[in-house]
């Protein structure tokens, strides 16, 4: 079954282009490179010894994508694509609302016109704000805090809809907690451009000398070492997730029909200051750090109730913060500019 990973040369894309090989699918992979380096199909290939077809192209491009649901008999469509900076998002809000929520609409369009109605839709945990209670379960109010979470929010409202209006949809949304780590063979993983805004990638960016010291942004969190608490999840666990999520509803679930949501994290939170020690172990790298003001918008604490997916398709988080840390590690220090520099 040939299934089209718009965004699949991007971080989560890639490593899901991996697990979906591994299943028996055939990724076909969709970008407009605009966050991507085209040499993660090379990289891909030395992983899985499978080329996987691929067009650069822009989602928000109907003619190109009809061409490559067409020319490919695709039956599914994992949707990866889309602008994640949420600091740029405040200052750019239509750019995210056009590329993660106009082009998605346009997407969704061609998809039925051609009869494409099975999409896997990457959300996040940022459409639950503020959390009202802990762990978050996919219950929880759903709102935002800055354009791109609303970007989120807006897809996911669309997909209800779409589904509730035309039976044959299968719209599944999946709500990454944070994902970090990197495939083991350490040939791909993520590579931000500029200045990292994640937590991980700027701790691994320290520890291979790019980057004097990591800044903690906040130590009086009400939270056991005052620094912000949350769930990462390893880049593969996540992956495999979509596999299984996937496999579960078009096969059994409702003929393969309806809308849901659901929550992919480990139910396990982390601090800051954890996170770096952890990495340190990891690295045998003893990393800088340094107290700095809270930063704005952020909260203090963010864990899954992750048990949604494993009642409904087996699927649970296997890999732990010393596999996050090591492959992390070992990716950083294969290739410390990323796979273009
Ligand atoms: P990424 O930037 O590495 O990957 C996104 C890919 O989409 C890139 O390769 C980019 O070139 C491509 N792209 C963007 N706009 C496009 C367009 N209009 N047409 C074609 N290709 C386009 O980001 P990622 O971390 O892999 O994120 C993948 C998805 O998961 C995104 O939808 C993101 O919002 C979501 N998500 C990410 C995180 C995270 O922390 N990384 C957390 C929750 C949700
Ligand atoms: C984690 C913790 C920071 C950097 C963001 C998005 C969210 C989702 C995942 C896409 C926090 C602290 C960070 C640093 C630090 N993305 N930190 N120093 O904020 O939980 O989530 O990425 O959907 O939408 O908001 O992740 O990695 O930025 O921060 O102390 O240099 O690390 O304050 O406590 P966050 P993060």
Redesign the pocket.
């Given at each position: 079954m040939k299934v089209l990973v718009t965004g699949g040369m991007g971080y989560i894309g890639s490593h899901t282009c991996i697990a979906l090989h591994q299943a028996g699918y055939t990724p076909v992979i969709y970008d407009n490179l605009s966050n991507a380096s085209v040499k993660v199909i090379d990289q891909l290939a030395q992983i899985t010894g499978h080329h996987f077809d691929y067009i650069v192209a822009d989602i928000g491009d109907k003619d190109a994508l009809s061409a490559a649901i067409n020319d490919h008999h695709i039956q599914a469509v994992f949707h990866f694509a889309a602008l994640?900076a949420?600091g740029e998002s405040t200052e750019q809000p239509i750019r995210y609302y056009q590329n993660n929520v106009a082009k998605t609409l346009t997407m969704i369009e061609v998809m039925s016109e051609l009869n494409v109605k099975k999409l896997i839709f990457?959300?996040?945990?940022?459409v639950y704000g503020d959390p009202q209670y802990l762990p978050i379960d996919e219950q929880h109010p759903i709102s935002s805090t800055?354009p791109?979470?609303w970007s989120?929010v807006m897809v996911e409202q669309a997909l209800n809809d779409l589904a509730a209006s035309d039976g044959e949809w299968l719209t599944i949304a999946l709500r990454?907690?944070?994902?970090?780590g990197a495939d083991k063979s350490g040939l791909i993983g993520e590579s931000p451009k500029g200045i990292?805004?994640?937590?991980?990638p700027?701790?691994a960016q320290t520890a291979v000398g790019r980057r004097e010291h990591?800044?903690?942004?906040?130590d009086d969190?009400d939270t056991p070492d005052g620094?912000?608490?949350?769930d990462y999840i390893h880049i593969s666990d996540l992956a495999d997730g979509h596999v299984a999520a996937f496999s579960h509803h078009f096969n059994h679930e409702q003929a393969g029909t309806g809308s849901y949501a659901y929550n992919l994290g480990t139910g396990e939170g982390y601090?800051?200051l954890e996170?770096i020690k952890a990495f340190s172990v990891a690295s045998g790298v003893d990393i800088p750090y340094q107290l700095?003001p809270?930063?704005s918008?952020?909260?203090?604490c963010?864990y899954a109730d992750a048990s949604l997916a494993k009642q409904g398709f087996g699927w649970q988080a296997k890999r732990d913060i010393n596999a996050m840390t090591a492959d992390t590690w070992r990716w950083q220090t294969n290739y410390p500019n990323g796979l273009d520099e």
């Open positions: 994640k949420v990457s959300s996040s945990a940022t800055n791109y979470g989120k990454y907690f944070n994902p970090v990292p805004n994640n937590l991980m700027f701790i990591v800044s903690v942004f906040g969190y620094t912000g608490v949350r601090s800051v996170m700095a809270r930063r918008g952020d909260i203090a963010n």
